[in-house]
């Protein structure tokens, strides 16, 4: 039996998770920013909340605590690209992409799930700073989500009920 480290195996145990992807942004005087950001989740219905997880390195964070406010552009199947685009390092992550404002925030076109969020907390999380929520916009589209699991990009099926 092969040993393997605590971070291999609990990198192998989260790659079977499946997670949605999302894209935060962000604008600051008049600029977006936006990251590509797999660790989303609700978090409480009565206020509306979410938890979101950026890396300490990510350069959108210091952004999004100037602001104190950013979006939650859910993806759908066909956002793959527009997933890895927003998952490099640099500036020009919107050139060519279709956006607009959307609560003094950028929302990118054809996104189907948006959020607008209050910042309500920075809590740290070991490498990486979890970002409480409030919601303050909601809007939904009915498509299939694009998903990360085992480490490609899919979307979710149903499973048939037997009879």
Same mark, same amino acid.
């Given at each position: ?98 956006? +607009?404002?959307? @609560?003094?925030?950028?929302? #990118? *076109? ?5 959020? !607008?969020?209050? /910042?309500?907390? &920075?809590? +740290?999380?070991? @490498?990486?700073?979890?970002? #409480? *929520? ?5 809007? !939904?589209?009915? /498509?299939?989500? &694009? ?17």
């Amino acid at each position: 039996m092969t040993s393997i480290s605590l971070p291999e195996a609990f990198r192998g145990v989260m790659a079977n998770v499946a997670q949605p992807v999302t894209v935060i942004t962000v604008r600051e005087r008049g600029t977006p920013y936006g990251t590509t950001v797999g660790a989303f989740t609700s978090l409480s219905m009565e206020p509306p909340m979410v938890l979101v997880c950026l890396d300490r390195r990510s350069d959108l964070l210091a952004v999004l605590r100037r602001a104190g406010r950013f979006g939650v552009n859910v993806l759908g199947s066909s956002h793959s690209e527009l997933a890895l685009r927003f998952a490099k390092k640099g500036t020009d992550k919107f050139l060519g992409v279709a956006w +607009d404002d959307q @609560d003094g925030l950028p929302r #990118l *076109g054809g996104a189907p799930g948006w959020l !607008a969020c209050d /910042v309500a907390d &920075l809590v +740290d999380g070991g @490498d990486h700073v979890i970002v #409480l *929520g409030t919601v303050l916009a909601a809007q !939904a589209a009915h /498509v299939e989500p &694009l998903t990360y699991h085992r480490r490609s990009f899919g979307t979710h099926a149903p499973l048939r009920e037997s009879a």
